[in-house]
């Protein structure tokens, strides 16, 4: 196993290409990501999206024309692919699976699917063996904003009381800066849902 990064766009995100077994994924393709996939994933075999906002789906379009490989995204967030919901002229594309949360095969590649919804509906984290692709749910030191269109500080609330009960540790890479760990962020959940409560009137 291998994993390349590398942050694109103005809002810095991070587009990670996961190689195994000599085939490629290629995690939230970001702003202008798209050279930078083309040269560094050697046998890319499928796209796959966190979540729909624009800075994590931007190049979605334009590398399955080029790659010819289909993208994966929770089904609750798949109408951002198509529809642009921010306005900011992202390209338009239609998922080829919209699934929940499930473990799925690709070419031999086993990955599941957190749903942790918050941040968006289909807010996902996705899992390689000791890795979570945590997207924007989970970051060093903090976690993703519930106060977007489409976003829910209920569902976020509901999310990171769920992760607060996962026992296993991962190795966190976030959707904008620093890897972490699961069981580090952990210890400050608590404190973001009270935090939640207090900003929403919950």
Same mark, same amino acid.
């Given at each position: 196993?291998?994993?390349?990064?590398?942050?694109?766009?103005?809002?810095?995100?991070?587009? @990670? $290409?996961?190689?195994? %077994?000599?085939?490629? =994924?290629?995690? #939230? /393709?970001?702003?202008?990501? +798209?050279?930078? !996939?083309?040269?560094?994933?050697?046998?890319?075999?499928?796209?796959?999206?966190?979540?729909?906002h624009f800075d994590h789906v931007w190049c979605d379009k334009e590398l399955k024309e080029?790659?010819?490989?289909?993208? @994966? $995204?929770?089904?609750? %967030?798949?109408?951002? =692919?198509?529809? #642009? /919901?921010?306005?900011?002229? +992202?390209?338009? !594309?239609?998922?080829?699976?919209?699934?929940?949360?499930?473990?799925?095969?690709?070419?031999?590649?086993?990955?599941?699917?957190?749903?942790?919804?918050?941040h968006t509906p289909g807010n996902s984290v996705i899992e390689f063996e000791n890795i979570?692709?945590?997207?924007?749910?989970?970051?060093?030191?903090?976690?993703?904003?519930?106060?977007?269109?489409?976003?829910?500080?209920?569902?976020?609330?509901?999310?990171?009381?769920?992760?607060?009960?996962?026992?296993?540790?991962?190795?966190?890479?976030?959707?904008h800066g620093d890897k972490t760990t699961l069981k580090a962020e952990q210890k400050t959940?608590?404190?973001?849902?009270?935090?939640?409560?207090?900003?929403?009137?919950?």
């Open positions: 196993m291998k994993i390349k990064s590398k942050p694109m766009g103005a809002y810095q995100t991070n587009c @990670y $290409i996961l190689e195994v %077994d000599n085939k490629s =994924l290629i995690i #939230d /393709p970001g702003v202008d990501s +798209t050279s930078w !996939v083309l040269e560094n994933a050697k046998n890319p075999v499928a796209i796959l999206n966190t979540h729909g080029k790659l010819n490989i289909p993208i @994966y $995204i929770h089904s609750k %967030d798949a109408f951002m =692919l198509t529809n #642009d /919901p921010f306005f900011k002229g +992202t390209p338009k !594309v239609k998922a080829d699976f919209s699934i929940g949360e499930e473990q799925i095969d690709i070419e031999g590649i086993k990955v599941r699917f957190w749903h942790f919804p918050g979570w692709f945590s997207g924007d749910f989970l970051f060093k030191g903090s976690i993703g904003r519930w106060d977007f269109p489409y976003s829910s500080p209920e569902d976020m609330i509901r999310s990171l009381k769920k992760v607060e009960k996962i026992n296993k540790n991962f190795t966190l890479l976030p959707g959940l608590q404190w973001w849902i009270e935090y939640i409560k207090r900003d929403t009137f919950y």
